[in-house]
């Protein structure tokens, strides 16, 4: 892998696969639903939107057909800290790749008419998710866990919210926060890093070079979020507090994440679903955002068997601080390298990998180091992450019809929630 900043603060990075022969091509910017200010809810998914309506030169059409016309894909996708338009091509259709995602994200029209018609697909968009119970708790865990802050609002935005978005604040958004020192560029595939680079700079070279504002620094509260509904589904949440993305422990936290319900042999999976049949669905999960994290178990299941399926979410979790065996901790490993090094085998998801890489820790990660970081980990230390994060004020999420464990209740099984940025 490479990796050249321009003197825009433009960054490139490529990973060569010279086996190949095709290439998938990104540009990440660093903007999410955490970026958007008073009134911006779901403008930075709205925008993403926007970028394949019409461009100065092609029309909405003029774009699908061009890339479709070599066999090529693009897409685009919002996350809660950036915004990721890709296309994956043969490696000879690079360049008419590069002209295109180049186009969108240079000078995108904003005509007021696609607006609308495309405000009607977001609005059917947050109208499915509200119709799936799963989609309804994960949109209302990361509110409760992060009250009150841009990092816990849901990217699609509300019906109100994004009922106000119009062409001027789209086009506001885009001037303030596309700069050249907010994107990166990457590539994977059959690329030549050295042509890459001067493509990229005369693809770009329109680019602001104003720095694009930060956003406002998250901070984890934890809190309480229930929704009854007449239905024998219900959708429980329980998280802590984890660690960020660059933190050293974060590799062990998501280790622990993996323990406790990362897979058919986890503690959960097995606990819940293969010896008692309590639920359908559980998992276990670490988010690791750029100055943040959180760790938490979801479970699907029926009323009649919510009650205690959360009593052995609890007791796994006392369980486990106990103890981690060798054995666990190393089918864990085993998941996480194997998931790492077969993903190898994809242009897209090494593309994305050396994107986000690049993003949060300001160079390329060579397979190597991420294994050994991972084999580091002993289950002494899961055992201790996990009983750092248990102590943290709990977030409880509630879907359906049930009796949700108490704040009291946690804390009597894990001790008093601390602040860890406080020190107490």
Known sequence: MRLTRLDSGLTVVSDAMAHVDSAALGVWVKTGARSEGEGEHGIAHFLEHMAFKGTAKRSARAISEAIESVGGEINAATSVETTAYHARMLSEDLPLALDILSDILTVPTFNPADVERERNVILQEI?????????????????????????????????????????????????????????????????????????????????????APEPPGAHYTGGIATEAQDSSECQWILGFEGRPATDPKAVT???????????????????????????????AFHWAFADSGVFAIHLATTADEVEEAETVVLDELESALAGVSEDELGRAKAQLKAGLLMSRESCNARMGQAARQAIVFGRPVPKEERIAEIERVSPEDVRDILADMVTTTPTLVGIGSMTMPTMGTIRGRFGAPRDRKAGV
């Open 253 to 283: 936290a998501h280790l622990a994440a993996m323990v406790m319900g990362g897979g058919l042999s986890s503690r959960l999976f097995q606990a819940l679903r293969e010896d008692r049949g309590l639920v359908y669905d559980t998992s």
């Open 127 to 211: 109208g499915a998710a509200e119709d799936v119970p799963e989609d309804r708790a994960f949109d209302a865990f990361p509110e409760a866990a992060y009250h009150g802050q841009p990092l816990g609002r849901r990217i699609l935005g509300t019906r109100d919210s994004v009922g106000a978005v119009d062409a001027d604040s789209l086009r506001r958004f885009f001037e303030g926060h596309y700069t050249a020192s907010a994107m990166t560029v990457s590539a994977a595939g059959n690329v030549d890093h050295d042509r890459l680079v001067d493509d990229v700079s005369r693809a770009f070279e329109v680019l602001p070079r104003r720095v």
